[in-house]
């Protein structure tokens, strides 16, 4: 069973300080401070980390914003429960991998909401919500395929299949098998391609995209979690591609 990450406690700590001001209690706030950056400088938790965190310096932030987004103490007590699960959940089976946050740091230099909300969601959701992260995985490598075209003003089809899409961009980005002739390089890249059609089908077989029938499979968080990396591994390399193409064309 996996150890519990050191930092858990201090998380627990700051979910029950907001939670006891967010409905009366008057807290510390020095404690508040910080427990707030004790949280905000560990990265292997930055993709589950609430915004209204990054954004409330003080108490006084944070009061204003949750007593206008809730009325009543109990809502707000499910909210924070709620927005602080992702983060517990990590801590609580020993913290991400180190891959997490490798993908997670390279994403975020990328300027596209869509691509860093999929995968920020498709984290949470590898253990609690398989179907879905599965279904996010391969949402994240379609936004970014699109985001990467629509840059280059490479016309696309309005609702490509992911393979289809994915092939268009790697020939954009010259990592097609077919224009390179070295047979490591064509092994590698075929097994690029082979992994986005990988990560289609096992979308359409075990994901919460289609209807299932009563002899449907349902995916362990195993086959999330192997969904989720291959997706950020490959969503990754994308990037760092087009960005070095960038570099040598400036």
Sequence with gaps: MPQRHPLFEEVESLQNLLVSHATGGAEDEAEYTRLRQVVLSEPSIEAATPRFIRTSRSLGQFWQFIKNKYPTYAERRRYLWDEFAPMLDLLEKGGV???????????????????????????????SDPEGAITIARTLLESVCKHILEEAEVPYEDSPDITKLYKQTAEHLNLAPSQHTEAVFKQILGGCTAVVE????????????HGKGKAGVKPAPRHAELAVNLAGALAVYLLATKNARNEAAA
């Design 97 to 127: 991998a180190p891959s997490d946050a490798v993908v997670s740091e390279s994403l975020e230099k990328f300027d596209s909401a869509h691509v860093q909300a999929a995968w920020s969601k498709a984290l949470d959701r590898r253990a």
């Design 198 to 209: 990988g990560l289609g089908a096992l979308r359409n077989r075990l994901s919460d995209s």
